[in-house]
């Protein structure tokens, strides 16, 4: 029996995607403080092996537009745990910008609708069966700008609405056994959340800032904490729901 007052350690398994870098890397290491096991899915091998230094944490290699990728990795976690719990849809490509929409190559917006978007299908897919038998749960990382765009940003900009309309379909097949959730991040400082060799620190004026109503960028860790309680018992009677977490950036009414 564990000494009163003593935390009791969750014992569940997650699998999040794009868990090596970023706002992945925030989550997963959220995840592994709370006590779960956590496998991070990264097609970056350099950065993965980084991150399974975290306690709590292993590191697969894989790529998530790709079937037989995905499955692979969903029978390592379970070999690796013997169960999964949850999954966090978070791998997705951002940046640079689409070029004007006459230029647009298909091949440039077909990949990144695989990785941001079917990437999360197939991971479902895969893993819908396990976290039925946990009584599990998924997320869903979208962005602000499934809601708001600026120019040449289709191909990011459909993907991420993509999710939040997948979001809700999922919670609609998959219910009452597993609820899924989106999170729609707005602008997360991630400089400091990079592999070694890529991390560098970050440079973010006043007006930055101020321009948020909360009066700072967001970081990691504001997103991991919404996915954790998303994740959690605490969360049960939500599902199929969109959370934007941007400082108060998209209801910030703004003339120029």
Do not use: F, M, N, Y
């Given at each position: 029996m564990p000494a009163k007052g003593a935390r009791t350690r969750i014992e569940k398994c997650a699998l999040v995607t794009g868990g090596a870098q970023g706002i992945g890397l925030g989550i997963a290491q959220a995840l592994a403080r709370e006590g779960y096991h956590v496998v991070a899915a990264d097609l970056d091998a350099e950065a993965g092996r980084e991150a399974a230094r975290t306690p709590g944490l292993a590191f697969v290699r894989c790529d998530v537009s790709r079937e037989s990728s995905?499955?692979?990795?969903v029978r390592a976690a379970l070999r690796r745990f013997g169960r999964l719990d949850a999954l966090v849809n978070n791998a997705g490509l951002a940046g640079p910008a689409d070029p004007p929409v006459e230029r647009l190559a298909l091949a440039q917006w077909n990949r990144r609708l695989a990785v941001n978007l079917t990437g999360a299908l197939l991971m479902a897919k895969h893993c819908a069966p396990h976290l039925r038998r946990a009584r599990g749960a998924i997320v869903n990382i979208a962005s602000t700008r499934a809601l708001q765009s600026e120019a040449n940003n289709e191909a990011y900009s459909a993907s991420k609405a993509g999710?939040?309309?997948?979001t809700q379909a999922l919670a609609m097949s998959l219910g009452p056994q597993v609820r899924v959730n989106c999170v729609s991040p707005g602008w997360?400082?991630?400089?400091?959340w990079k592999k070694s060799r890529a991390r560098k620190p970050a440079r973010h004026s006043a007006q930055d800032h101020a321009q948020?109503?909360?009066?700072?960028?967001g970081?990691?860790?504001d997103v991991a904490?919404?996915?954790a309680y998303l994740l959690s018992d605490a969360a049960g009677f939500v599902?199929?729901?969109n959370f934007v977490i941007d400082g108060g950036m998209t209801k910030k009414m703004i003339y120029i």
């Open positions: 995905v499955r692979a990795c999710l939040v309309g997948l997360i400082d991630v400089s400091s948020h109503p909360v009066g700072r960028i970081r990691p860790e904490a919404l996915v599902t199929a729901q």
